[in-house]
């Protein structure tokens, strides 16, 4: 069974940063590109960014230039540094794989809220 679980969310103003986290089990990571979605109240979970095994980066248009994705394979853990967050940006957020399995698992992932 896959597991994931993201941490690292929270209340923060515009403006803010935040570092989340996503512990994933060894079985995907090692040979996966892991991905952050996020989902929004009343909207479809979308992807915001990925990595591959060998580092190579992807991001939405919508948080490019502020956010940056990285992993660690040693601890299997992809990391979302957030900066200059807004309103906008709320969402919860979760790891996965990229592109999705076919019966993908998800985490409970991390609520971020952006509010001043």
């Known amino acids: 069974q896959v597991q994931l679980v993201e941490s690292g969310g929270g209340l923060v103003q515009p403006g803010g940063s935040l570092r989340l986290a996503c512990a994933a089990s060894?079985?995907?990571?090692?040979?996966?590109?892991m991905g952050w979605y996020r989902q929004a109240p009343g909207k479809q979970r979308e992807r915001v960014a990925y990595?591959?095994?060998?580092?190579?980066?992807n991001y939405a248009d919508s948080v490019k230039g502020r956010f940056t994705i990285s992993r660690d394979n040693a601890k299997i853990t992809v990391y979302l540094q957030m900066n200059s967050l807004a309103p906008e940006d709320t969402a919860v957020y979760y790891c996965?794989?990229?592109?999705?399995?076919?019966?993908?698992?998800w985490g409970q992932g991390t609520q971020v809220t952006v509010s001043s």
């Open positions: 996965n794989t990229v592109p999705l399995l076919s019966r993908p698992d």
């Open positions: 060894r079985s995907i990571f090692s040979i996966n590109t």
């Open positions: 990595i591959t095994t060998g580092g190579s980066t």
